[in-house]
């Protein structure tokens, strides 16, 4: 496997033996809009993180970011990114370097889907459901990242959805909440 090849500009960087560039997977645009996914919640999170300081100061931010991070970078992200394993599964399987077709796809996308909507309806609640939120956002995230390593070394899989930034997302996010949880 060529490790330092890179793909023109208006191509997605994949291996070799990509399913995006053997089997005619989606096009490149696409590939792009789903590894931008799991922006839309660091973004929100930034943004609600910004609304607070602006309208409260530092006043009670530590709270306020646990918060914001139950909604945005647990909710909200895992919605989108299990509501795209529900929904554009081959896609999504491309990203990752996984076989299309999987019935697994769907099991994934409901865990996501749970998880996405525990984050949402955190804040609204007791800290006892929060904590069993960043539980299971931490299970499912961290357990991810693992199975990621495992692919990479396994199956060589260096696909982007595999060990691009969804890899580090899915170790630091979940540290950043149960560092948020228990500072709180």
Known sequence: MD??????????VTT??????TTGGPPPWVLRLLSMTTYVGIVGFVVAEIVQIAQYGTEGLLAA???????WIVGVNAIITGSGHLVMPDPIADSIGWPRGSPF?????LAGLLIGVLGVLAPG???GFQLATVI???????GAAVGHVVQRFRAKNTEPGNTGFIFWFDIVAPLVVIALYVAT
Do not use: M
């Open 65 to 71: 970011s646990l918060l914001n991070a139950l909604a």
């Open 136 to 142: 299971a956002f931490s299970i499912f995230f961290l």
């Open 16 to 21: 070799k033996d990509s399913p995006a560039t």
């Open 3 to 12: 490790w330092a090849r890179s793909a023109p500009d208006h191509e997605p």
């Open 125 to 127: 609640f007791d800290r």
């Open 105 to 109: 796809q769907w099991e994934v996308g």
